[in-house]
């Protein structure tokens, strides 16, 4: 056992948990380590997967099965003909000059091949909150935290690896596998993020050194391993500010190298099959294979979490009375009504907190635009640039380098100019609006007439690329780091579950509504309007939000909530007897 565990384990004796089996142990460096490798595993299938092949991958295989609006008779991709240097898919040019749209039968409908994208997407995030909205209760209980991040991971991983199986002829297979793979990532990163208060009130540098100035109650609450002290510290917040955004830049940063690394190799991988018939027989082929990397990559990279993240167990799970005697269907009832219940009251508690439902409000809308611009830009750079997967991969490789640049840049720029955190997230958020109106340059006259700007060229989505990269590189460590201090002790995973409901939840609506514009205006360009308007809404409620009142209203919510660690009987639940019948 190492000093620091020892340490945590003489903390205990002292009486200082405030349940059986608390965690008060000393953040240690092999912990962190044990952090930053889930970020490492599953940023890849975020950046790599959703981010570039998912969208790209989905439109391939049902355009493999789509025929032309114009002419139902004409598919898109023609069949390969052995020996043809040509590449399979076909352009048809309408009366008006524009390209004809791909179209495919899903679900009794016509829909585009761009939007069936953007619809699978919409419904994997929905059920990404339901998900969360179902489990999230019980990882603030027990261990249960990491065997749910263990969980989530490894079925994520296995869904994308079975991409390798999915060909043109059972298209409709890819979004089945698409939904459980982002609501496995969406709920591990979730279940991840909860670790971060943890680790920061047990961190070293966020502890007060004790002195003769300090009084005995004082002492008493740094020796005792408790959180509640350093939340009444008035300087606790700046250190535990600039701790959060130290460790959540370090795991972005880290994250998207990895990613970096894996899109590198998916593009040697591409090269490589451009150089075989096999691409041209299976355009979907190389994306699938790096699909089945990226699965491997999550799991192989998860194993050092489940090695040194340690559980940190939360207060046991609520118990029934005379639990051998109760039947099966009986404590199903029991934990599904405790599930949604300790949800409903995660919601009401939030409710009594207007900074952080300020905060949840601004980034519902932050997470829309943020989500719904990334897959606009691919399905834009595919279908209206007719970008191939190489130059988009390209792409997102000047983005997530970019976005490496961001998340260890903006720390240092922070600390240069005395900027807040919630400064650089406001920041970020009006550069942010950057990107839609470049693509509504493309709208004005007189720029038309250059042929350039406004995303009238290929090369124009690259410096475009690396403005997104610097910008998110900032949101993605701040935007948590700012919400950890509105959570109320002992809530980490079911506020964060929260935090990830009103982030997915909102990414269903801002694609379904490209979806829309695309298969009405059949072109994308006129989302930008959209998005324009989608990113300026968070602004001004970020500008009010007011941190440290926040904070005080979280540690004044958790004083009162010391009765939720008191073990909870069945019979405070009303499940009628006959049911069980």
């Not at 004809?100 to 419904?123: H, I, K, P, W």
């Not at 905060?359 to 611009?373: K, N, P, R």
């Not at 002790?489 to 695309?518: M, N, R």
Request: net charge neutral; aromatic share 12%.
């Amino acid at each position: 056992m190492s000093f620091e565990e020892e340490e945590g384990e003489d903390l205990r004796r002292r009486g200082g948990s405030r349940y059986s089996g608390e965690d008060t142990s000393l953040t240690t460096p092999r912990e962190l380590n044990g952090w930053y490798s889930y970020a490492i595993a599953a940023e890849v299938f975020a950046v790599v997967g959703v981010g570039s092949f998912l969208p790209v991958t989905l439109e391939q295989l049902a355009r493999g099965q789509g025929f032309f609006f114009s002419d139902r008779t004409k598919p898109c991709v023609a069949p390969y003909q052995s020996g043809s240097a040509e590449n399979p898919s076909t352009i048809r040019i309408r009366a008006d000059g524009q390209e004809d749209q791909c179209v495919v039968r899903f679900l009794g409908s016509e829909v585009t091949t761009a939007s069936f994208a953007m619809y699978t997407f919409s419904a994997a995030v929905l059920m990404q909150a339901i998900t969360l909205v179902c489990f999230s209760s019980f990882a603030d209980h027990g261990p249960y935290r990491k065997k749910m991040l263990m969980a989530f991971a490894y079925i994520g991983s296995i869904a994308s690896a079975l991409f390798i199986f999915i060909s043109p002829g059972v298209y409709f297979l890819a979004p089945i596998l698409v939904i459980i793979g982002v609501t496995c990532l969406g709920c591990s990163f979730t279940l991840l993020n909860a670790f971060l208060p943890l680790l920061v009130s047990n961190h070293h540098e966020t502890s007060r050194p004790m002195d003769e100035s300090s009084t005995d109650v004082e002492l008493e609450g740094l020796t005792s391993g408790s959180t509640t002290f350093h939340r009444s510290d008035p300087t606790k917040l700046s250190r535990d500010l600039a701790l959060s955004a130290k460790l959540s830049s370090k795991g972005v940063g880290l994250g998207y190298v990895a990613a970096v690394c894996v899109q590198i190799v998916g593009i040697l991988i591409l090269f490589l099959f451009s150089k075989t018939t096999i691409a041209k027989a299976n355009p979907s082929l190389p994306m699938r294979v790096i699909l089945l990397m990226v699965g491997i990559w999550w799991a192989v990279f998860t194993i050092p979490t489940y090695k040194w993240l340690r559980a940190r167990p939360g207060p046991p799970l609520p118990t029934q009375s005379s639990f051998q005697r109760s039947s099966k269907f009986r404590t199903f009832l029991f934990y599904t009504k405790f599930s949604f219940s300790s949800f409903w009251n995660t919601i009401k508690r939030a409710l009594q907190l207007r900074q952080a439902v300020i905060f949840l409000i601004a980034w519902f809308l932050l997470s829309d635009a943020i989500a719904t611009i990334s897959g606009t830009a691919v399905l834009f750079a595919r279908t209206e640039l007719k970008m191939g997967t190489i130059a988009i991969a390209l792409l997102s490789i000047t983005s997530i380098s970019f976005g490496i640049v961001g998340a260890f840049a903006w720390p240092r720029v922070a600390s240069r100019y005395s900027l807040t955190s919630k400064q650089v997230l406001l920041g970020c958020v009006i550069l942010m609006e950057i990107v839609p109106l470049y693509g509504l340059l493309g709208y004005v006259p007189f720029i038309r007439k250059l042929g350039f700007l406004g995303l009238q060229k290929a090369w124009e989505i690259y410096p475009l690329g690396i403005v997104h990269g610097l910008i998110m590189g900032g949101i993605s460590s701040y935007a948590r780091s700012v919400y950890a201090p509105l959570i109320p002790e002992g809530s980490e995973a079911a506020f964060f579950a929260l935090y990830a409901v009103t982030d997915k939840g909102s990414s269903a609506v801002g694609p379904a509504l490209v979806g829309w514009i695309v298969d009405r205006a059949g072109t994308i360009r006129p989302a930008f309007i959209f998005l324009a308007i989608l990113v300026l809404l968070p602004g001004p409620l970020l500008y009010w939000l007011d941190i440290e009142r926040g904070r005080e209203d979280a540690a004044r919510m958790a004083g009162k909530g010391k009765d939720q660690y008191e073990p909870v009987r069945f019979d405070s639940f009303e499940i009628d007897d006959d049911l069980e019948n």
